[in-house]
């Protein structure tokens, strides 16, 4: 399929493949117009090497370097398509992607064979901080009202023919399927084993019956997390959409609230949310009933990103913090109630 039609295309370039993962993103930022002694910052890995440059004549710039085998080139330019969709309708609510020197939204850098080229994508630096875990309250339902608006925008924008994103279902989740690798891949403990297998199990026939209706079911951000979201005053930019695809509308929630559905005031969050959503967009009672499985559904799958990126830096505190133990106690009362 080729890409040059798409967003600006995609520019392909030779690189040594002995080359390191700095290296490769100095020779990225080079095809970007910033000189080679830029400095760059990288941020905690999760998926994909991400680095803070500055240097040159213009304002700070983040570098995405895709990992090697993951995205697809199509996959890639359809987050792109998305992100730009929503930035001409809504401004800086996401950040701006910047073109290469020759005008392409993506590039390749491309390493002998059999290595994986590695694909990268440059983005605007947005202004702003992770929103403060004692501050949830007064950004959760401007929060909900965002979500809402980028839903709305899902289901009336018009893809183009070559979208093509991941889908996450039951299959690609819980299922046979799944995208990050069987959840039980973490897990070591043989009673948290028991635990959350009940758990999947009851997760997977709540989603059964809930269904993917296109009603429930359609393009979602899907990693909206807090540190995917940056405030500054009274604005939220929502950032990295390397997750984006086709899944419930609800689990956009769940991912809100990934590591704080134990708080305490997690059911005022809840509700702060789901006020804000209805601001802009219905959502029926009975999706709102269903809120508890998503979260669940949100937990086991952070379970399996933890088994299949164990190397990570996120995986690692997940794994400090007692993230299994953690899931099994939030499922006691979740079971009581579905199990």
Same mark, same amino acid.
């Not at 500055?54 to 987050?79: D, F, H, K």
């Not at 993506?106 to 875990?133: H, I, T, W």
């Not at 893809?159 to 989740?173: E, H, I, M, S, Y």
């Not at 891949?185 to 059964?208: H, I």
């Given at each position: 399929?080729?890409?040059?039609?798409?967003? &600006?295309? !995609?520019?392909?370039?030779?690189?040594?493949?002995?080359?390191?993962?700095?290296?490769?993103?100095?020779?990225?930022?080079?095809?970007?117009?910033?000189?080679? %002694?830029?400095?760059?910052?990288?941020?905690?890995?999760?998926?994909?090497?991400?680095?803070?440059?500055?240097?040159?004549?213009?304002?700070?710039?983040?570098?995405?370097?895709?990992?090697? &085998?993951?995205?697809?080139?199509?996959? @890639?330019?359809?987050?792109?398509?998305?992100?730009?969709?929503?930035?001409?309708?809504?401004?800086?609510?996401?950040?701006?992607?910047?073109?290469?020197?020759?005008?392409?939204?993506?590039?390749?850098?491309?390493?002998?064979?059999?290595?994986?080229?590695?694909?990268?994508?440059?983005?605007?630096?947005?202004?702003?901080?992770?929103?403060?875990?004692?501050?949830?309250? !007064?950004?959760?339902?401007?929060?909900?009202? @965002?979500?809402?608006?980028?839903?709305?925008?899902?289901?009336?924008?018009?893809?183009?023919?070559?979208? #093509?994103?991941?889908?996450?279902?039951?299959?690609?989740?819980?299922?046979?399927?799944?995208?990050?690798?069987?959840?039980?891949?973490? !897990?070591?403990?043989?009673?948290?084993?028991?635990?959350?297998?009940?758990?999947?199990?009851? !997760?997977?026939?709540?989603?059964?019956?809930?269904?993917?209706?296109?009603?429930?079911?359609?393009?979602?951000?899907?990693?909206?997390?807090?540190?995917?979201?940056?405030?500054?005053? %009274?604005?939220?930019?929502?950032?990295?959409?390397?997750?984006?695809?086709?899944?419930?509308?609800?689990?956009?929630?769940?991912?809100?609230?990934?590591?704080?559905?134990?708080?305490?005031?997690?059911?005022?969050?809840?509700?702060?949310?789901?006020?804000?959503?209805?601001?802009?967009?219905?959502?029926?009672?009975?999706?709102?009933?269903?809120?508890?499985?998503?979260?669940?559904?949100? #937990?086991?799958?952070?379970?399996?990103?933890?088994?299949?990126?164990?190397?990570?830096?996120?995986?690692?505190?997940?794994?400090?913090?007692?993230?299994?133990?953690?899931?099994?106690?939030?499922?006691?009362?979740?079971?009581?109630?579905?199990?």
């Amino acid at each position: 399929m080729s890409l040059v039609a798409q967003g &600006g295309g !995609v520019e392909r370039v030779e690189v040594p493949s002995t080359a390191g993962m700095a290296e490769l993103a100095r020779t990225a930022c080079e095809r970007y117009g910033l000189p080679g %002694d830029c400095t760059l910052h990288l941020y905690p890995l999760t998926e994909n090497w991400t680095y803070r440059v500055e240097g040159g004549a213009g304002a700070p710039g983040v570098l995405r370097v895709y990992r090697p &085998g993951g995205r697809s080139p199509a996959e @890639i330019m359809s987050e792109l398509a998305w992100m730009e969709a929503i930035r001409a309708e809504a401004g800086s609510l996401v950040p701006a992607v910047i073109p290469t020197t020759g005008g392409s939204q993506g590039l390749e850098l491309a390493r002998q064979a059999p290595l994986d080229p590695c694909y990268c994508v440059m983005f605007s630096c947005a202004p702003g901080r992770e929103p403060a875990e004692d501050e949830l309250a !007064v950004w959760f339902p401007r929060l909900g009202a @965002i979500t809402a608006r980028l839903h709305r925008h899902a289901r009336s924008w018009a893809r183009p023919p070559w979208f #093509r994103r991941p889908r996450w279902d039951l299959r690609t989740t819980l299922g046979d399927r799944p995208h990050w690798g069987p959840w039980q891949s973490s !897990v070591t403990d043989t009673a948290e084993l028991a635990q959350l297998e009940r758990l999947a199990e009851a !997760v997977t026939g709540r989603l059964r019956g809930f269904g993917d209706g296109g009603g429930r079911f359609g393009l979602v951000h899907a990693d909206l997390r807090l540190a995917n979201l940056l405030v500054d005053g %009274d604005r939220i930019t929502v950032i990295d959409f390397e997750d984006c695809g086709l899944s419930w509308y609800l689990y956009d929630l769940a991912c809100a609230l990934t590591f704080n559905e134990g708080r305490a005031d997690v059911r005022k969050l809840i509700a702060l949310w789901v006020d804000g959503y209805r601001q802009v967009e219905p959502l029926p009672a009975e999706d709102e009933a269903e809120i508890d499985t998503f979260l669940m559904l949100r #937990r086991l799958m952070l379970t399996a990103y933890a088994g299949l990126r164990h190397d990570t830096e996120l995986a690692a505190q997940m794994r400090a913090d007692g993230y299994n133990a953690e899931t099994c106690a939030l499922a006691e009362a979740y079971l009581s109630r579905f199990g």
